[in-house]
């Protein structure tokens, strides 16, 4: 259908769609195609032959429009992009005294393979945002998203990368993506160290929080039991030493806990990693995904029956041993607030718990 609308002098020559031959019409011109889909349709084997106008048109665009075909859904949405890019080839030529935005492309493909395809993973089809991939020492994929500004390459691009601390563009206006990239990489291999520690406990332990954890975040908090978990903060420069340690949950579960920890402080070696020297000072292994199944930590909050409310998560648990209920802060304070048998001092409230009725407190949320 959107070929029809689109293409409408484009004809496919068989039953499967899989041979188009015909004509694009641009700026009032027509170019004549032929497109070949081989067997199994994948748009990536796609072959496109055209006349000699649309040739000169596209030429020194093939690895760019390979590219976009890799970003392309539809046969249609691609040869969207082969007209615009023809469109900004034309244009380009209409403006070239004035120093045309087809120079500028011209400039940034020069660009691209000089640092190599390979490294580019997408590019948008105004030639606007790209973005760069970097593999680590251990080749996990790193990406860096480059917004070109209007003036490149005289002023800076805004470039986005998922790493802790900050990362700052040097740039000149004789620099080219190449030296971001080398920037790019050179901060990669800074935080080698921070991203393996990291990614150790992201995969051998329970994270309840960050819901998906990124490169860039420095805290996690971490599963130990069923009602009490660790929240850590660590520092991206030195990952390996001890970081700060919170401990949430049911106050019969985290007083040993904390003692524990306190009295072991003393055992922390630099030399290992985070996950190793935690299990040491906890005295205890860390629950992992390998024998355990997250549902078993995510206990949703007593009151109103969720894991997530906002950004809280229940971090308040009925002291009682065999209750243990977990609840939000705010849930617990509003639900305690509401009774009269309840009584506040200063910012607590005592009241009791709305599972077992045993004595439970609350401090009064702060309001964020
Ligand atoms: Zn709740
Ligand atoms: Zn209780």
């Known amino acids: 259908m959107d070929m029809l609308r689109n293409f409408p002098g484009l004809i ?9 031959s015909g004509y694009i019409n641009i700026y009032n011109e027509d170019y004549r195609i032929h497109i070949e889909l081989f067997e199994n349709k994948t748009l990536e084997d796609l072959e496109l032959s055209c006349d000699w106008k649309l040739q000169q048109l596209l030429h020194g665009y093939t690895a760019i429009l390979k590219q976009r075909l ?31 935005s087809s120079q500028v492309c011209a400039q940034l493909l020069g660009e691209v393979e000089h640092l190599g395809w390979d490294r580019l993973v997408s590019i948008d089809a105004k030639f606007q945002t790209l973005e760069l991939q970097c593999k680590d020492k251990k080749g996990r994929q790193h990406i860096m998203k480059v917004t070109l500004s209007s003036q490149h390459p005289r002023s800076a691009p805004r470039c986005v990368v998922d790493l802790p601390g900050q990362f700052h563009v040097q740039w000149k206006s004789t620099s080219s993506l190449e030296c971001l990239y080398k920037q790019f990489e050179s901060a990669v291999y800074m935080y080698q160290d921070f991203i393996d520690v990291m990614v150790e406990l992201d995969q051998k332990t329970w994270i309840l929080e960050p819901e998906k954890p990124v490169y860039s975040a420095t805290y996690r908090r971490i599963a130990v039991s069923t009602n009490a978990s660790l929240q850590i903060s660590v520092d991206h420069r030195h990952p390996r030493t001890l970081p700060e340690c919170r401990f949430l949950g049911a106050d019969q579960a985290v007083v040993p806990l904390r003692e524990s920890l306190n009295s072991n402080l003393h055992l922390w070696d630099e030399g290992k990693g985070l996950l190793e020297n935690l299990q040491v000072l906890l005295g205890t292994q860390l629950p992992s995904p390998a024998t355990s199944s997250k549902e078993e930590f995510s206990v949703e909050c007593g009151i109103c029956y969720a894991f997530r409310l906002d950004t809280e998560l229940p971090n308040q648990a009925c002291s009682d041993a065999r209750c243990g209920q977990p609840f939000h802060q705010t849930c617990l304070y509003e639900w305690l607030r509401a009774l009269p048998s309840s009584r506040q001092s200063f910012n607590t409230i005592f009241g009791d718990c709305p599972y077992c009725s045993k004595p439970i407190k609350v401090k009064m949320p702060v309001k964020r």
Do not use: M
Not at 12 to 20: H, T
Not at 73 to 97: A, D, F, I, M, P
């Open 70 to 100: 890799k970003q392309c859904t539809s046969l249609c949405q691609y040869l969207l992009e082969v007209k615009s890019l023809v469109e900004r080839q034309l244009e380009g030529r209409h403006n070239s005294h004035q120093g045309g």
């Open 12 to 20: 496919p020559l068989n039953k499967e769609a899989s041979v188009y």
